[in-house]
C-alpha cells in the first residue's frame, strides 16, 4: 500500500472523528459539528536542517495522541483518508495516559 | 488520568473563573462578562531550542498565578475542562504573594 | 499584598491621571480626556535572554518617570488598580531633573 | 527539445489530472474539477546556498510523487504543456509505495 | 528644570514651525499648513545595542538640523512644548552648512 | 550607445512578444494579449554581498533564456525599449537546449 | 550654500524632468505627466554599520545617472528644490555610457 513520508518537520495527523451526539444524546448535523483539535500521529518527517548545518530531530512520535489549533496544518486526501499535514511547531501538546 | 504535555516553550494555563457579580452585587450576565486575563499554569514544555542548538528552560513553573493579554493563547477543550495554551512569551507576568 | 513579577523585558508602568482641566480651567469630560503618555515605573523585569545566550539588563528603573506612546503595552487591572504591562522598547524616553 | 533547469531549491512538477468522473460514474465539469494536490517531479535544481556559504542539497528527485497544497508554486506553460514550478519546502511529502 | 532621555537608538527632535505665508506672501491657514520635514535634534540616546552585544554609537548630534520623513516618528507635549521622538534610522540626512 | 548595469543582484530582461494569434490563427487583442513569463537576459548585477562579507555570484548568464512569474521585477522604459528589472530570485528557471 | 549629507546607506537623487512633449510633438499637461524613473545622485551616504560590526561601503557614486521603481524614495524639498531621498537597494541600476 502506498504511503506518505513527510518532508523535514512535518507530520501527518489523522484527526479524530467528532462527536455524532450531545453529551445529552441529541444528534449533532454535520454543519455543526466542531472540527476536534485532536488526533492520532501517523507518520514524522525525519526532523529540520537549519541553515548553519544544524539538525533538529522531531519529538512528536508516530501514535501520538496530539491536540492542535483548529485550522491547523494542510487537509490533504489520499486513497479516499482524510489526512492533515502540519509543522511539528503547530502541535500544541502530547496528550499521557 | 489522560494529561497534556506541551511542546517546546509552550504553557497550559487554567483562565480563572469571570466575576459573577460587580462590586456593588449585581449579577452580570454572560455575554457581558470580562474574560479575565489571570489564571493558574497547570503545565509546562520542557522549553524551546534555537537552531543554534542553544537551550532556553521555561521560568514559569506550575501552580503559577499568571497574567497574560485577553486573546493570548489557543482555547482547547480537554476531558470536558477548559484550558488556554500559549507560548511563555505571551505571559505578562508572574503574580507574587 | 500581592504583587506582579514582570517577565523578560517587560516593565509594569502606572499611567499618570490626565488632567481634569484645560489649561483655563474648564473641565474635561472623561470622553475627551486625552491619555497621558507618561507614567511611573512600578516593576521591572529580569532583563531578556537572547537564542545566543546573551542576557540584557533593563536601563529604566523602578521609580522612573517614563514617556510612552498612547496606546503602548497591554492595559491590565490588578487587585482594583490599572496598569500598563509594556516591553522596554516601547519606552520613548525617561524624564530627568 | 528544450528543457527547463530550475534554479536554487526550486522543483519543477506537473499536475496529476483530475478525476473525470466522480467514484458513482458521473462526469466532472471542468468548472466543479478539484485541482489534485499530486503531481510528479520532472526536475530539480542544485539546492540552496545560503549567505552563511552553507549550501542545502533538496532531498525530492525527479520521478518522485509528491503531495503539495492546492495553490502552491506558479503555474507556467512550456512548450504547450502546464507545470508548476514551486520550492522544495512547498512540498508537503512524498508518496512511497 | 525637567529634560528626557531618550532610550538606544532614539532621538528628540524639535520640528520647526511650517511657513506663516506663501513665497509670494498670502497667509496660510493651519489646516492647509505643510507639516515641515525639518528640525532640530534636541537629544540623542546612548546607542543602540545589539543582541550579540555589540554597541551602535549614534551619528547625529544635539543641535544638528536633520531632514525626516512627515510622518516620522511619534509626536509628544512636554512641559507644554511639542516634540518628535523617533530612532536615529528614521533620519533622512543632516543638513550642513 | 548608453547602457545599464544592473546592482547587486538584479538582473535585466526583455520580456518575449506575447503571441500575435492563437494556435489557430486568430488574431488577439492587445488588452487579452497574456503577458509572457518568457525573456532574454541583457545584464546581470555583481551578485550580493550579505552583512557577513560574503558574496553571492549569480548563476544566470546574458543571453540565457529565462522563465519569471507575470507580475514579477520592475517595468522600465529606456532608449525607447521596454525591460524588466528583476533579482535573480524571482527567476523560476534558465530554458536550457 | 547648506547641502545635505545622507546617512547610512542613503543616498539623495535629483528626478530628472518629465517629458514636456509627446514623441510626435503634443504638449502632455502636468496631471498626465509620467514621473520619470531616472535621476542623478547628488549624494551619497557613508554606507551602512551592519550589528556584527561590518561596513558596507556604496557603490553607486556623485553624478551617476540611476534608474528607480516610480513611487522609490521620500520626496523632500530642500532650499527650493525638490530632491529624492532613498536607499542604495532602492536603486534598480547605473547607466553606463
Known sequence: MASIKPL??????????SE????????IPDSAKEKPMEGEVIAVGP?????NGNKMELTVKVGDRVLFAKYAG??????????LI???????????K
Do not use: H, N, P, W
Open 74 to 83: 494542510t487537509e490533504i486526501k489520499f486513497d479516499g483518508q482524510d489526512y
Open 47 to 51: 526532523g529540520r536542517t537549519y541553515d
Open 20 to 27: 455524532e451526539k450531545t453529551a445529552s444524546g441529541i444528534f
Open 86 to 96: 502540519m509543522r511539528e511547531d503547530d502541535i500544541l501538546g502530547v496528550v499521557t
Open 8 to 17: 523535514q518537520d512535518r507530520i501527518i495527523v489523522k484527526r479524530f472523528e
